[in-house]
Structures are given as C-alpha cells and as structure tokens.
DNA sequence: TATGAATGAGTCTTCATTCAT
DNA sequence: GATGAATGAAGACTCATTCAT
C-alpha cells in the first residue's frame, strides 16, 4: 500500500523545501479555516503565508498539493502524538488506553483542522483520494493492533475487534464535526470534550468484554 | 429557531414547482454523487435532471439552493422514516430501539447522499448553514426526547444523557464516512452495517445503565 | 421624412390595444424611471403594468418598442401641450414666448420621463434613432418657424436663426439634465425652474434682436 | 464631498496601472462610441484595448469601473485644458471667455466621448453616480467663480449669478448631444460650432448684464 | 530562487422571446 | 386574447497556473 505521496517541487535544497512548506501549511490551515478550500484563492494563501505566487508554486504543483500538506502535516501530528502518549507505558490495556485518550485530545486540540479535512475529503484528486483513504485505513489498524493485544488470541471473534477499532478510531471526530451542537448543548465545548472523553474510559472497558 | 428555509422560485404553480424539483433533487444527486457538488456544474445538473438551464433556474435562485434541496430531501427522509419506525410502539425503550435502527438503516440505505452532505456541509451560504445546523441539533434532540422517557426522571443526569443522544445520533454515520474502509475491512458493507447495528443495540443497553 | 413609426401587434381591436398600450407606458415609465432602460427586466415592466408577459407581448415585438411607446407619448405630449398654449394666440412673438413657455414647462412637469428618454437615446434600434432623431429636427423647426415669423423677411440671417430655434429649443433640458446639481445649487427644483422661465423671456428679445 | 474614486486594482506596479489604465480607456472609448456601454462586451473592450480578459479584469474590478476611468480622463481634459487657456491672463473678463471658450472647444474635440458620458450617465452604479454628479457641481461652480470675479460684489443677486454660470456650463454640451440634427441643419459641425462659439461671446456679455 | 503580471478557459446567472394550453 | 412556463444564448467575472524578468 502507498500510504505517502511525494508532492514536487522545483527546489533542490531539502531545507529549504521544508521551511516553505510548513510556510504554506500555516498559511493555508488559515485560509481553509476562514473560507474552505474552494473559497481561498491560491493568492489568499501566498498572502497569509507570506510568499509570492510564484514562490509558492515553486514548492508545489497544483492547488490540491496544499490540501494534501495539510493532511499530512495533521496525520503525522496525530500519530506522533499517539506514539509519545504511549512511549514508556508497557501495559496493552493502559496502552490502549493512553492511545484513545491522546487521540480524543490531538482531534479536540486541532478540531479546526480535523474538520476541516473531514470536509474537503472529497476535494484530493482520485490517486491522492486513495493514499489518504489507505493512511485512514492504517491508522485504524493500528487501534486494532492494540485492542488485540489486549485480548486472549484464542477468544477472539475478528469481525468485532474490527468493528471495535473502527468505532473507537471514528467516535472521537464527533467533537470537530458536531462541535456547532455541542458547543449549544453543553456549557462549553472543553465542558463536552471531557464528558466525552469520559464516556470513552467505559466505553472501551464495555467493548473489551463484548469482543 | 427557524429550522426551514424558503428557496426562492418564479414559478406560480406549487403543484409544479414540487414536481421539478423533485426531478432536481434526483438529478443533482446523482451529479453531485459522481463529481461532487463543486465540479458538478449548473448545466450538468440541468441536463441530468433533463431540463434546460433556463428552467432550472426557475426553480431555484443559486447552485447553492440545489444542494439546499438535497439536503433538505434527505433530512425530511430520515425523519419520516424513523416516525413510521417507530409508529405504533409504546414501550420507551422499544421506541428507542426502533428509532435508533432506522436510523443507522437510513443513513446506510442513502449512505451517498449522506456521505455528500457531510462532504459538502462547508459549501452553504452562511445563512442556510445556519438553518442546516440548527436542523441537526433538533434531530439530535428527538433522540434525547426517546431516551428521557426510558429513564426514571429522578435519575437523570442532564449531561450524561445529552452526550449519549449526540453520540446515539452521530455513530451511524460512521457508514458513509467510514465506507471506504469499512468496505475493504469487513465481508461487505452490508456486512459492516449489519455488525454496527448488533453493537448500537449492546450499546443502547450500554448507555442507559450510565445515566 | 419618416417621423412615425408603427409597432407591431397581434391584435386586431384597434381600440384595445390603444387602451393596453398606455397601461404598458404607464407601467413602463415607472419601471424605467426606477432602474432604468437596461436594468428593468421585460417581467419588471410587465408585472408594473399589471400584465402577464404573454399578454405584454402581445402588443408589442422588442422590447425597444416599450422604450418607443415612451417616447412616442412624450413627444405627442410636448407637442400637444405646446399647440394648446398658442391657440387663440394671433401675435407672433406671443405665440413664440408662449409656445417657449409651455414647452419649458411641459419639461419640468415631465423631468423624470425627459431624462430617462436623453439617457436611454442610445438604446433605439438603428432604424427607430432615425425616426427620434428625424422627429427632434422636426420639432426644432417648428421653434424655427415661429422664430421667423417674428422676423422681418429682408433681414432674416438664416444662420443665426436656425442656431437661435436650436439653441432656445434645447435650452429648458436643462432641468432634467441637471435637476441634481440644480436641487442642491437653489431653493428648489421649482425654485430653479422660475428662474429658468425668467431668464428664457429675456434671452429671446436678447435672441431676436441678434438675428 | 468626495469628488473622486479610487478604482481597485491586483497591481502593484503604480505606473503600470496608468500605463494600461490609458490602455483601456483608448480601447473603451473606441469600444463605446462603436455600440455604447451596454452592447460592449467587456471582452470586446480587452480585445481592442489589447488586453486579455484576464488582464483586464487585473486593472479594474467591475465593467463599470471602466465607465467612471473614461469619465475620469475626460473630467480631468477639460479641466486641464481649461487651466491651461486661463493660463497668464489676468482680467477678470478675459479668464471667463477664455474659459468658455476653451469649454466649448474641448466639448467640441471630444464630442464623441462628451456624449457618450451623458448617455451613460445611468450606467454608473449608485456610489459612483454621487461622485460623478458631485464634480459636474464642482465644474459649474467654477464658472460661477469666474463670473462672480467679473462683477461689483455689491450688485450680485446670488440667484442670478447661479443659474448663469448652470446656463453657461451646460450650453456646449448642445454639440454633442444635438450633433446629429446639427449636423444636418448646418453646413458643417465645425460651422455649427464656430455659429455657437459666436453665440456664446454675446451671450456673455448679455448675461453679465443681467446679474 | 523570487516575483508578480499575464492568461483564457470555465462558470454561474440573467432575461428577451416563444409557444403550448 | 390571456397566461406563464420553457428556452438557451450571451455575458460578467474568477482564478489556477505559467513565465519573463
């Protein structure tokens, strides 16, 4: 599976490619946020990062390159963070545990982000459609690994581990994609991430019993 | 809360103006569905629907408004769908249990259209946006509305039982948003969906314990 | 020289479309005097005059022919009024400063309907310019004639009158011209248009004596 | 009062902007006079600017902008030229013919583009149409300076000093909007012209007599 | 490498006119 | 004669991308 893609550049030093580019990708979170993809102009974002058009178009080809930076720049956050959360931490249960949690908080942290992915995933071109989709698949089969090891191998009923780490990896991007109710229904929205967050905790003990 | 839009028309006849667009809606679906709703333009809309531009815009002041009607299809969809699920039970909680099945039913059944307008949530005008949400947090309170009466009222932990209708309305959802993966994870969708569906009835039980 | 110019009809009752077409007109002035030639929509003008647009085309080919109707009823209008106020007038240059007079006020009375016709001149049709423009000189040489006769013949300098039915026949477009400028600048609009007709009186005895 | 308008431009490069600012007006105005301001397509008008569309729409942002930069240019000609005939002549008197004359000459030279502004006067959006109706007052009331500097300060009726320099202003404007019957009524439009300059000359002096 | 002006295909929307009922 | 729905050509404007400097 190619769960990256290299987007191109004119630029041969290495450094510099990746200065700019985290340039772009502040510049166009911003942009994204404000108007969404389709409503920020290629100029909108070289303004708010700082860069002229023709600089920016020298560290990617198409518009659609800024959107994949931008969602891989949230994917590696959010497996870096994953795997920071867990270092140390030997026990598969408290494993998952610190995973789920650290993942609920990366979601709430960037929710901005997050949704905005959510909703412009219809907006990659068909072959970086496949390398995000594939990456998505990853990331949940790395809950699974983890549900897994906290299982006896014998006791195993596959389809609902499955199931399992689906539901667990998905649940969580209710904050940034329901967060207009939420922030209405509860006190605040940091108010609902922890409510949330909790319902989770016993979440994962009842989906342990029930796999 | 003004939970309805009017979209605007220049056509007298109602009884014709609930005919075409209807003929939009399905023409637009199926549009928006292939190409999405950004690169689907007014005049491939119009020639699937078979009408000419011209009479289209009849119909409608902007593209927006077409994606508005679809949205507004689909929502009138899944709330009579769950009513006539759940007409003629008494019992709370079987209520409940009907309703939340419907509703995972729905959204799989028209997992597309749902998947759309999820993808293309951003793409409102900031006023119908405002109609679109305040329409999702109604719904979500429908099911706060079926869960109160499956509790002793004494009982009731307001929060709890506020994030366990958010979360009741908003895993479904994981089919269309998750179809992807799902599909290439499990047997088949069907499959998939029938598997989520015996975890939302656990689940139910799950959660009414926790209020 | 052809200074009339038949509109087109469907209909055979004489009497009918005479009374449809000075709603059009009505309906037509209002609508243009509000946005304009361009800006009003056929359906504008329609609705305005209490038509539907079929029945408007009726009566009608283009919608240039509104923009004629309009100047074909101020015109007649001018020229009406004008004859009138020189009837039983016997005294040349009774009749000239009546006949200068009134059409002064005719334009005043009619201001918003004579600047909408000076603005929208080039919005006829080539052929229909002809026939405005045909129908100005003629208008301008019945000053001229009235001129003239106030003109002993031997010392008549054919240039200087010609310039002096010009210019005293196009001088009172003034007010609608101008009428803003004209507003802020004195009392009134009325107010401007006194001192107008003042001046005038004076001009033509400055005017005939330099012929 | 706000007597100018910035029109909105991508450019950077301030020359530049004139440069092709210049550009387009030349091609508008060829444009313009050819089939008016609404039959002018704003691709016809790139095109014989010598523009693309593209670059065009870099220079102004609506259609109308180009409207109000040839009203601009032709504003700022007849100011410039009038400066420029007043120029080392002290007299009182001698400032007000030369002036006038001026007047009438450069209405005269640019009798297309003189008509053409006040046969789109409507076209102007609201905004624009106060800033253009506030330098047309600007113009006439420096010719009511000019005037009122021929005369006793204590002799002045305000009143008639007004409207003399509203007639004086206004009377060129007959070439070109009476340019076709003049045309046909004289030996020449220069003939028509040089009759009406003459006219003028006495009309001063008749008119300076009367405040 | 950096800059920003140039490009023109592509899109939404309008509206005069026609025509079936 | 009256109605109003249907039509589609036309036009203003945008913007991703390129390229000369």
Redesign the interface.
């Given at each position: 599976m190619d769960t990256r893609k290299k987007v191109g550049t004119n630029i041969k030093n290495k450094d510099l490619v990746n200065r700019k580019r985290k340039q772009i990708i502040d510049g166009a979170i911003k942009a994204f946020i404000a108007k969404?993809f389709?409503k920020s102009t290629v100029k909108d974002i070289a303004n708010i990062a700082g860069l002229s058009m023709g600089t920016l178009y020298n560290y990617i080809n198409t518009k659609e390159d800024i959107l994949y930076l931008v969602y891989d720049y949230m994917t590696n956050i959010l497996t870096e963070e994953m795997e920071r959360a867990m270092s140390g931490i030997e026990d598969p249960k408290e494993r998952l545990r610190a995973a789920l949690k650290q993942n609920a908080n990366t979601i709430y942290k960037y929710q901005d982000i997050v949704r905005l992915l959510?909703?412009?995933?219809?907006?990659h071109d068909r072959s970086t459609l496949h390398t995000v989709?594939s990456r998505?698949?990853e990331y949940?089969e790395l809950f699974e690994c983890l549900l897994r090891n906290c299982i006896d191998a014998q006791h195993i009923d596959e389809?609902?581990l499955?199931?399992a780490a689906?539901?667990l990896a998905?649940?969580p991007?209710?904050l940034p994609?329901?967060s207009?109710?939420?922030k209405?229904?509860?006190a605040s929205m940091e108010?609902?991430k922890d409510?949330?967050i909790e319902?989770l905790n016993?979440?994962i003990e009842?989906i342990l019993k029930?796999i």
């Open positions: 969404g389709h959510y909703r412009e995933s219809a907006s989709l998505e698949t949940i389809d609902h499955k199931l689906d539901i998905y649940m991007v209710i994609l329901r207009w109710s939420l209405r229904r509860f108010n609902a409510l949330f319902h016993k979440e009842f029930k």
